[in-house]
């Protein structure tokens, strides 16, 4: 199974793709969709949207992961975070691509063990799930990757119940 990891943005989209089978990953490829501050804002929403499109022709996932949104103080910010989640999971649906949501707390849990586990926690057990020398970078791509590998360990819980259930 191809997964795709998503840290939604609208200066740092990260991504993350790993294919998953046999409790094995195999790092696919990551990176990240940037766009400038000069930019004016629809122009950014537009370039996120047509690089997401490019990514999901080109890698074929079959499950997205993307982080779902919570709000700080910023609601601006938040709104435009928002926006731009928007254009990153459009194309995902209008491919068919089946998609599930993760907030930071479930991602540390799945991750670590913790839920309020330090990112650099988490960016250093990425690197070490996947046996990389560094941790990828921009921090927006180890989040997306992070994302990627709790959909894989959900996909095994999920299996885990069942068989429990029998």
Request: glycine residues 8%; proline residues 5%.
């Amino acid at each position: 199974m191809r997964i795709m990891g998503i840290d939604p943005g609208y200066a740092i989209v990260g991504y993350g793709l790993l294919d998953y089978s046999g409790n094995r990953f195999s790092v696919v490829n990551f990176g990240a969709i940037t766009t400038s501050a000069d930019m004016p804002f629809e122009r950014r929403l537009l370039a996120i949207y047509d690089d997401m499109r490019v990514l999901l022709q080109s890698y074929k996932p079959d499950v997205v992961s993307i982080e779902k949104l919570f709000f700080n103080t910023n609601q601006k910010t938040g709104i435009d975070v928002a926006q731009a989640r928007g254009v990153t999971l459009l194309p995902v649906i209008q491919a068919g691509i089946p998609f599930f949501e993760y907030t930071p707390l479930q991602v540390k849990s799945s991750i670590t063990g913790y839920g309020r586990a330090e990112k650099q926690q988490v960016q250093e057990l990425v690197r070490t799930i996947l046996h990389l020398k560094e941790v990828p970078k921009p921090d927006d791509t180890a989040d997306a990757v992070a994302l990627a590998i709790t959909h894989a360990y959900s996909i095994n819980t999920r299996r885990l119940i069942g068989q429990l259930g029998k």
